[in-house]
T-cell receptor, first 111, second 114 residues
């Protein structure tokens, strides 16, 4: 049973526009959420995170929003750049510290 | 720092054969994780070690899968016998002092079982 879900396998946006990647989770006990970015033939790299006590965290062009009541988080990239084209994984941290990842969303930013 | 090193990068084998994947974590990291990536399920945690000791292997799919960490700088994931449904990308990751520290991933091993 998938505790972390990314329902959009892919997303295509124009350079300069906003990219919004979504993630849903089922376990209200998750206390920390992360986004990882993965380029082809490379391992995932940490991008940005948010604690469950916050509803927003911003780092440059990247902002993560958390809606605990809806068990939903999203990653906003503004403005999107061609170099942002990658697979984005949402992850939630369980109370044991384990990371539970979603299926990933492939973002394509067109020049 | 060289980062997490995995070998081989690609492995093609026939059903029934034994497969061994290797990982060298970042020096000084106490935690080592093995993940499997598939299209359907994304990244799944298979097993993780703390100071070379397996802590949680609940994600290991079957008895055909086994993992060892004989020392702080080396770990293996073995599949015996391999099956076509084991085809996936296998990642190794390490983190510093706790499971709550950032995990650093290796480049992965793409396994194809024919």
């Amino acid at each position: 049973d998938q505790q972390v879900k990314q329902n959009s396998p892919s997303l295509s946006v124009q350079e300069g526009r906003i990219s919004i990647l979504n993630c849903d989770y089922t376990n209200s006990m998750f206390d920390y959420f992360l986004w990882y970015k993965k380029y082809p033939a490379e391992g995932p790299t940490f991008l940005i995170s948010i604690s469950s006590i916050k509803d927003k965290n911003e780092d440059g062009r990247f902002t993560v929003f958390l809606n605990k009541s809806a068990k939903h988080l999203s990653l906003h990239i503004v403005p999107s750049q061609p170099g942002d084209s990658a697979v984005y994984f949402c992850a939630a941290r369980s109370n044991t510290g384990k990371l539970i990842f979603g299926q990933g969303t492939t973002l394509q930013v067109k020049p | 720092d060289a980062g997490v090193i995995q070998s081989p990068r690609h492995e093609v084998t026939e059903m029934g054969q034994e497969v061994t994947l290797r990982c060298k974590p970042i020096s000084g990291h106490d935690y080592l994780f093995w993940y499997r990536q598939t299209m359907m399920r994304g990244l799944e945690l298979l097993i993780y070690f703390n100071n070379n000791v397996p802590i949680d292997d609940s994600g290991m799919p079957e008895d055909r899968f086994s993992a060892k960490m004989p020392n702080a700088s080396f770990s293996t994931l073995k599949i015996q016998p391999s099956e076509p449904r084991d085809s996936a990308v296998y990642f190794c990751a390490s983190s510093l002092g706790t499971t709550r520290d950032t995990q650093y991933f290796g480049p992965g091993t793409r396994l194809t079982v024919l």
